[in-house]
């Protein structure tokens, strides 16, 4: 199989798993001999899953676990429906913390406030924002496993031909995706996620942040229609000019496997997947590649997304939750987290591994991302953790997209996002906080 071949794949994997999880639910938590049996992991298919996998062998004399991977959409959908049961299927859980308030709010997940001193060795080894978004009410309730922000990945090589710094604008980034756009070598500009739905919402989003310009106002309600958001509608369209002609069809990971492929000059990518240009050698552009913070609106403050996995226990447990609580100690060490790095995870919620030099050496990405926290230039308020996140990502996703696709101006599209979004908050008389 090809190198990049394998983007993409598993996705009937996952689906027959789901269907056997939830034909077979339950089985395993009501057994008589439950204490006795693998602790049953559940986690998404993201890399410190995979990574996960890989030292699971070395855990075995500590912790034996049978890990399952599922889709996005699946682990929400399998949480969700876990934690109206007794006893809960599983013993560990991975998390996005967008869903953290639904859940507790919920009941599903186990309060971790007064298990922390067992659990966690030094709370402020973690990235603060990280261990920030794993907190609801005050209260603790996940452990982070995954912190990664949205960076700018860039081809120095060809950076170096036309003598320029590294984009550190929205104004430079333009001006450097035209120089570096070559459709008639095979290569684009900038390849970025704009395919229509929730894809193109995130980057929306994000481009609101780049922007200056929060999506929610200080009472938690829709805030598009703004100059800012005109703004960041525009600089959206201009991209166009220098993407693939196929650009509103593309998303996720094929953004990153098109820039690995060496068809784009630059990309926008979460952290954590830049192990798809690993300083390995299996990748020749890899030695060419640098990562930088998101681009902003000149004037703007810098800030780039962070998106964080977290690990969690369920509520429902009963007596299987003091090994879960065992289980959650052991996966949290700052030991298991090296070794997750060292397998080839390219994310770390620790301080102390990302400043590693051997480390920064495996993950150019991690000095990056210590230089970030540590001038607090990431930032969570475009990824707000509410019910309507969804509801909202899906009206970018697709105001957007009719935008770039020539029906709207971005005047009409900021006004026509605020107006849906609206109907959305008034219809469900939410008291959601951003």
């Given at each position: 199989?090809?190198?990049?071949?394998?983007l993409?794949?598993?996705?009937?994997a996952?689906?027959?798993?789901?269907?056997?999880?939830l034909?077979?639910?339950?089985?395993v938590?009501?057994s008589?001999d439950?204490?006795n049996?693998?602790?049953?992991?559940l986690?998404?298919?993201d890399?410190?899953a995979?990574?996960?996998?890989?030292i699971?062998?070395?855990?075995r004399?500590?912790?034996?676990m049978?890990?399952?991977?599922?889709d996005?959409?699946?682990?929400?959908?399998?949480?969700?429906?876990?934690?109206?049961?007794?006893q809960s299927?599983?013993?560990?859980?991975?998390i996005?913390?967008?869903w953290?308030?639904?859940l507790?709010?919920?009941g599903?997940?186990?309060?971790l406030e007064?298990?922390?001193?067992?659990?966690?060795?030094?709370?402020?080894?973690?990235?603060?924002?990280?261990?920030q978004q794993?907190q609801?009410?005050?209260?603790?309730?996940?452990?982070p496993?995954?912190?990664?922000a949205?960076?700018?990945w860039?081809?120095?090589?060809?950076l170096?031909?036309?003598?320029?710094?590294p984009p550190r604008?929205t104004?430079?980034l333009?001006?450097?995706a035209a120089a570096?756009?070559a459709?008639?070598?095979g290569?684009?500009?900038?390849?970025?996620n704009?395919?229509?739905?929730?894809?193109?919402?995130?980057s929306m989003?994000?481009?609101?942040?780049?922007?200056?310009a929060d999506?929610l106002?200080?009472?938690g309600?829709?805030?598009?229609?703004s100059p800012?958001?005109?703004?960041?509608?525009t600089?959206a369209?201009?991209l166009?000019?220098?993407?693939?002609p196929?650009?509103?069809?593309?998303?996720?990971?094929?953004?990153?496997?098109r820039?690995?492929l060496g068809?784009a000059?630059?990309?926008?990518?979460?952290?954590?997947?830049?192990?798809?240009?690993?300083?390995d050698?299996?990748?020749p552009?890899?030695?060419?590649v640098s990562?930088?913070?998101?681009?902003?609106?000149?004037g703007s403050?810098?800030?780039?997304?962070?998106?964080?996995?977290?690990?969690?226990?369920?509520?429902n447990?009963?007596?299987r939750?003091e090994?879960?609580?065992q289980a959650?100690?052991?996966l949290?060490?700052?030991s298991?987290?090296?070794?997750l790095v060292?397998?080839?995870?390219?994310?770390?919620?620790?301080?102390?591994?990302l400043?590693?030099?051997?480390?920064?050496?495996?993950h150019?990405?991690?000095?990056?991302?210590q230089?970030l926290?540590?001038?607090k230039?990431l930032?969570?308020?475009?990824?707000p953790?509410i019910s309507q996140g969804?509801?909202?990502?899906?009206?970018?996703g697709?105001?957007?997209h009719d935008?770039?696709q020539?029906h709207?101006?971005p005047?009409e599209a900021v006004?026509?996002?605020?107006?849906q979004?609206?109907?959305?908050w008034?219809?469900s008389?939410?008291?959601?906080?951003?």
């Open positions: 199989m090809g190198y990049f071949a394998r993409g794949m598993g996705t009937v996952c689906a027959l798993m789901v269907a056997g999880m034909a077979c639910s339950h089985q938590g009501t008589d439950s204490l049996q693998p602790l049953r992991v986690l998404v298919s890399p410190f995979h990574a996960l996998q890989r699971e062998p070395q855990l004399d500590q912790l034996d049978r890990l399952e991977v599922v996005y959409n699946s682990l929400h959908t399998i949480l969700m429906r876990d934690s109206d049961l007794v299927d599983f013993d560990l859980i991975s996005d913390v967008l953290l308030k639904e507790v709010e919920a599903a997940l186990l309060n007064s298990h922390l001193s067992d659990i966690i060795d030094n709370p402020d080894d973690f990235l603060g924002l990280a261990w794993c609801y009410e005050g209260q603790q309730w996940a452990i496993i995954q912190p990664h949205e960076l700018l860039l081809r120095d090589d060809l170096a031909t036309i003598e320029t710094d604008t104004t430079d333009l001006r450097v570096l756009h459709p008639e070598e290569r684009y500009g900038i390849v970025w704009a395919q229509r739905g929730h894809p193109l919402g995130q989003a994000h481009f609101y942040a780049a922007h200056g999506i106002d200080a009472d309600r829709p805030a598009l229609d800012e958001g005109i703004a960041a509608a600089f369209r201009d166009l000019a220098y993407s693939p196929d650009i509103l069809q593309i998303a996720w990971d094929e953004r990153v496997a820039f690995a068809q000059a630059i990309t926008y990518g979460w952290g954590a997947r830049s192990t798809i240009l690993a300083p050698g299996a990748n552009l890899a030695e060419h990562y930088h913070p998101a681009p902003h609106a000149p403050t810098p800030v780039s997304p962070l998106g964080t996995w977290a690990l969690a226990i369920p509520a447990l009963g007596e939750q090994r879960a609580l959650l100690q052991l949290s060490t700052a298991t987290h090296r070794l060292e397998s080839g995870m390219a994310a770390s919620p620790r301080r102390s591994l400043k590693d030099p051997t480390l920064q050496g495996q150019p990405i991690f000095s990056v991302m230089d926290e540590a001038s230039a930032g969570s308020h475009m990824r953790a969804p509801q909202l990502s899906r009206i970018l697709t105001v957007f935008m770039l020539g709207l101006s005047e006004r026509t996002a605020q107006r979004a609206l109907a959305i008034d219809s008389h939410s008291t959601d906080e951003p």
